[in-house]
């Protein structure tokens, strides 16, 4: 068990802005606002604990979030929500309070989770948006990556974070085509359920989502996230 209060007491200790957009279970979901310094900024969008037991998604918004971030607010502006089930953070599960599967629910309306993820972006356009997750499986890193038009960037991004740790060797990617070793892509087969793909169709040119093993140390898991998110905001300065 995970409390919910500690990490919101983690977050209000880092005194930045964010606004409440939905409660479940009694527990406010926040959305945090990093205003560009440009009149022109590219908005960007991070999600998290979308699956309550991938802590390292959470943990890799909070360093986000608590790290200087000067350099890229003079291009970005960043939309952020870092715990969107908290029901499966507190609980160390994957699906929410009745035991569904957030991240195959947005093409539905009874899913209070993703409904309160839709309402929040609904006047929304972004340039990328990054979800965070983990796979139990998987030895090394992957991730998953959505274009609407132009090239894919994953196969650079797995280049540069390599250095954090090893890419994932076998077949990670559910049911869709891999690109390059440990890119796949958001298969359009998949719908709009997954939030990436939601997205990707509604409200970002781009997604990514990354996935860190569970079996890497936090602070690993942590820094890859990251990596991939730095490494993917270069493209779009
Ligand atoms: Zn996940």
């Known amino acids: 068990m995970r409390d ?20 479940v279970t009694n527990c406010p979901i926040y959305l945090y606002h990093l205003e560009s310094l440009s ?30 971030n000067t350099e890229l607010l003079e291009h970005f502006s960043f939309n952020i929500i ?24 947005f ?11 839709k309402e929040a972006v609904r006047d929304k356009q972004y340039t990328l948006a990054i979800d965070f997750h983990e796979d139990y499986d998987a030895k090394g890193f992957y991730l998953y ?30 049911d869709t085509e891999a690109i390059a070793q440990g890119v796949y892509k958001v298969n359009s087969k998949w719908g709009m359920q997954g939030l990436a793909p939601y997205l990707l169709h509604k409200h970002s040119k781009h997604v990514i989502i990354t996935e860190t093993p569970t079996e890497w140390k936090l602070d690993q898991r942590i820094a890859l996230h990251l990596g991939v998110l730095d490494t993917a905001l270069t493209y779009f300065k």
């Open 4 to 23: 919910y209060a500690v990490l919101l007491k983690r977050l209000h200790e880092l005194n930045l802005p964010y606004n409440i957009i939905g409660e």
């Open 39 to 68: 009149s022109n900024p590219i908005y960007i969008l991070i999600t998290g604990g979308v699956h309550g037991d991938e802590p390292a998604g959470v943990e890799a918004v909070l360093k986000f979030l608590a790290r200087d």
């Open 82 to 105: 870092p715990c969107i089930n908290p029901y499966g953070y507190v609980h160390d599960k994957r699906e929410n309070s009745k035991n569904v599967d957030i991240n195959r629910s």
């Open 107 to 117: 093409e539905k309306e009874d899913v209070l989770e993703a409904v309160i993820v």
């Open 145 to 174: 990556e959505g274009i609407r038009d132009g090239g894919f960037i994953g196969p650079e991004i797995t280049e540069v974070v390599q250095t954090i740790g090893p890419i994932d060797t076998d077949d990670s990617g559910e």
